[in-house]
Structures are given as structure tokens and as C-alpha cells.
């Protein structure tokens, strides 16, 4: 494994990580880390930049970027000409850290764009790839960041996967997300097949940090940052036991989800797509979902939803030669449905 930490400020100007090599791994609790700490000054802040036949990050390893001032985080660009592998995490004293490849701010910069090209992409057991909007906590305290996230773009010539959860709950997840007022960045894919199954997920969301009784946060709920847009280009999307491709917003608006595909979108066995909003509560428009796929299949309970529990639903626009095992629907059933709920009748989005 490789341990690396760069700190970059405005005192000596941009770094860069360069890594070359055939098999890379990150294996264990061991992290390549660039950080941006400046508060004014210059605008490239480096890249962390990664050519290798294959990457593997396991165990808890991470390959990071962080920005703690108001210049944007590091963007992180992986070219792997056969695979790119992040399984597990690590738990140490019941804390569990996630195998990462990510790039978050706590503070009013933005995190890096991060960039996968590669064959083939295996996300399992609660890895996770991401941009992020973190926060802090300082004195039992959760500080906001404002800073928006970072888009995720990943080119995967063959097949991803994303696939399972930790011992912990945790999905194996491709994503970009807000704890606070900042907006989420996109989520962009190219791939022949996508697989997500087994309670993994792609993800766009904002909402408030899960933290312990003790925690108090400072983040007025209601002023929440925007989701971000999921867009996904394949041949055949398959979504099985769980799976799901969401973006979601607890008082903010969802984001779009747009899918375009060659051949098949086949959801099972409980499994989701949809951009809901106003979550517990609070105010938020549903995004849209647009589909474009010559046969979709949605079986055993599996959902297309753009709803909102306050404002609007969203609209759902569907192109496909043919529609198996689902109905539109004004809520949802114990069947498969799809739906784009609002607050009330006038509030429904449309379906076609």
C-alpha cells in the first residue's frame, strides 16, 4: 500500500499527485490524500491524477481530496485500462470507514470533480465513490459548509457494478451529496451494462447529517442545498434485490434522473428509481425522470417515482416499444408502480 499526504496553501502554490504503475492498491486504513487549506490566492489547486492496468482500494484505503478554505478542492482523474476495484471498509472500535475514492470540502470551497475511465468498475460491501459537502463538528457542534460537491464522471467501457452493503448497513454507492445548503454535484455514466444489486445504489441527495444525540447542528433544515442530476447512458440497466438509482432532497428540489438506454431497463425484487423531495416534511419540488429504453421490465415491488410530500411531484416521461409488469398508478401499492405524487391533487406531476 501507499501513504501520501500533500498539503497545499497559498504560500507554495498548486501540487500534484502523479501515480503511474501496472496494479495500484490501497489496502487497509491507509489514505492518498491532497488538501487545499487556502482561504485566498490561486485558482489551479492540483490534481491527483492515476494511470494504472488496474486500481484496487480495499479494507477501509482511500484515495481523497479535501479543501478546508474557500479555494475548491483538488479534482481526482483515474485511468485504469482494466478495472477500478473499492470493497469494504474498516471498523475500528465500532467506527466503521468505508474503502473511498471521494473528494469533500468542509467549508465554502467546492470538492474536486472526480473522473474514472476504465473497462470495468466493481463497487461491493459499502465501498463508495463520491463527491461531498461534509461539514464539521467542532465542539459537539455541526458546523454548515456551503460549498457546492463536485460532479462524479465515470467511463466504463464493459460493465459497472455496484453491488451489496457492509456488516454495518452501508451501501455500496456511486454518488454526490449535501449535508447543508450547498447543491450536490452530477453524476454522469457511460457504460455497456450497469449492474446494481443487493442493496447498492447512484445517488444524488441533500439532506442533514445522521449524527449522535450529543451532536447539535447549526443547519436550519429548511435551507437545504438542491440535488444533483443523475444521467446515465447504457445498453442495459439491471436492478435487482434492492437496488436503486436515486436522487433525493429532504427540504430542497430533487434532481433529474435521465436514462437512456439501448436495449433493457429490468428492475426486481424491490428495487427503485426516483427523484423525490420535501422528504419528512419539508418543502421541496420533485425532479423529473426521463427514460428512454426499447423494453422496460419492473417486477416484485419495484418503483419509478418523482414524488414530493409538500410541493410538486415531478414529471415522469417514458419512450420505450414496451412496458412489462408496472402501471402508472396515483400512489404507490404493494405491486410495481409509477408514480408522481404531490401534495395534493393539483400538485400530482405528469406521466406519459
Known sequence: FVISSVRVD???????????????????????????QMDEGIVDVGNINITARKLVIQDGGGITSNAFGSISAPNIVVNARESVEV??????????????????????????????NTNRL??????????????????????????????????????????????QGLRSSIGSEVFNSGDAGNVTISTKQLIVRDGGEVSVSSALPRLPANININEDASNLGNAGELNIIADNILLDNKGQIVSEAESANGGNVNLQLQDLLLMRR???ISTNAGKAGFEGNGGNINI???V???LEDSDISANS????????????????????????????????????????????
Not at 90 to 110: A, C, D, E, I, R
Open 10 to 36: 497559498n504560500t507554495i502554490g498548486a501540487g500534484n499527485i502523479q501515480i503511474q504503475g501496472d496494479l495500484f492498491q490501497v489496502i487497509g486504513f491507509n489514505v492518498i490524500n491532497l488538501i487545499n
Open 270 to 272: 424491490n428495487s427503485l
Open 87 to 116: 470493497i469494504g471498509g474498516f471498523n475500528f472500535n465500532n467506527f466503521y470507514v468505508p474503502s473511498n475514492l471521494s473528494s469533500s470540502t468542509t467549508s465554502v470551497g467546492k470538492s474536486g470533480n472526480l473522473t474514472i
Open 292 to 294: 428512454s429504453s426499447d
Open 309 to 352: 410530500e409538500k410541493l410538486r411531484g415531478g414529471n415522469v416521461n417514458i419512450v420505450t416499444q414496451g412496458i412489462f409488469g408496472t402501471q402508472f398508478r396515483n400512489q404507490l401499492t404493494p405491486g410495481s408502480d409509477i408514480t408522481a405524487t404531490g401534495e395534493d391533487e393539483l400538485s400530482r406531476g405528469n406521466i406519459e
Open 122 to 167: 466493481l463497487v461491493k460491501n459499502g465501498g463508495t465513490i463520491s463527491t461531498n459537502v461534509a461539514g464539521e463538528i467542532q465542539n459537539f457542534r455541526f458546523l454548515e459548509a456551503t460549498g457546492a460537491a463536485g460532479n462524479v464522471i465515470i467511463n466504463a467501457s464493459e460493465v459497472i457494478e455496484i453491488v451489496g452493503t457492509s456488516a
Open 296 to 298: 422496460i421490465a419492473a
